[in-house]
């Protein structure tokens, strides 16, 4: 089954595809060495300067890539590359250079990166210099490419630093949440059951006593026992039943959230003060599962809740095939208890391309 994109992954694609487009830019060099052939130089040497360009424009994309998914320093790659950009230089082909500055970024430190710029552009010029003549024309244009290359990369590489941490923070906040309510419940059961465990063990010991001596007072002890423990039974589940139910209200709020977080516009009308706290519970429990199928097993752009008199209604357009059996844990396993509540579920494509989930209830 096909992995539902989540905001993190469409966030990387446009980072990613927005440095491929800035690796894009040095094409124009291609359009350099056709000018050069047409003013004399040799085919086979602006042909031959051509194919390693493209060849290093193709190969730029995979670093930024490594980078982004954490991946170490590819020391090949950028071997290669750096041979190739060194080739290119002796034409000389500007773009080449800060195309393999733009690579090296991801994976060395800012100074670094500025020293091999500032070197890249003083060779390449004195070069020229030595050859022909110093040209204040191709000092700019290599010092301005080479800065846009290497600024737009720093710039997309803290743009998904950020994403990333802000997206590992709401995890962690959720992971969080979910601990606290842990220890809440361990300590609420260490507190309802801690008295009530040592009152049972005192008198247990009480009684083993007296058993030999007043077997008729170990016998009321072991009746307080007997009383002891329905009591502490009793407490025990009336706190797992307290765990159990739902707020409604608590749940549409966050499932309105979860959805549109995963680009599910969703609207929630709802009528629940008048439904009674069994009703409520039960509703609740429909609703965070039809939007956990909402999520696995379609592909929506809206969804809509509606709850009126005990009925609840929820629908999205994310209907793109056949649709199979209700899994025993889930929506098959609530129809049983919404029957045995007196109410009635169902769950089924409506033919207009949605899917309608619809469970009535006692208000």
Known sequence: MRRRATKLDKIRWLIVYSTDIIHLVPLLGLAELYILWGLGMPGWAAGGAAVLLATLIALSARSFRIAVRGGSRPTVLLAVTGVLALVLSVIPVVWATALWAGMLTPFVRRRTVAL??????????????????????????????????????????????VAKEAYEGQEAKARLAVSEERLRFARDLNDLLGQSLADISARTAGAQEALETDPAAAGREMFAVRDLTRQALREVRATVQSYRALDLDEVLSSVRAVLEAADVSCTVRAETAMLSAETRTLLATIVREGATNVLKHSEAGHCTITITDGVLE????????????????????????????????????????SYLLRAAVRA
Do not use: K
Not at 121 to 147: D, E, K, P
Not at 327 to 343: D, E, I, K, M, S
């Open 116 to 161: 091999a710029a500032v070197a890249s552009v003083l060779a390449i010029n004195g070069y020229v210099a030595l050859v022909s003549s110093w040209s204040w024309a191709l000092f700019g244009l290599q010092t301005a490419l080479t800065a846009i290359v290497v600024g737009c990369v720093l710039a997309n590489l803290w743009l998904w630093r």
């Open 314 to 353: 929820m629908s999205n357009d994310g209907v793109s095939g056949p649709v199979g059996d209700h899994a025993p844990n889930g929506l098959a396993g609530l129809a049983g208890r919404v029957r045995a509540a007196g109410g009635t579920l169902s769950a089924a494509p409506t033919g207009e391309g």
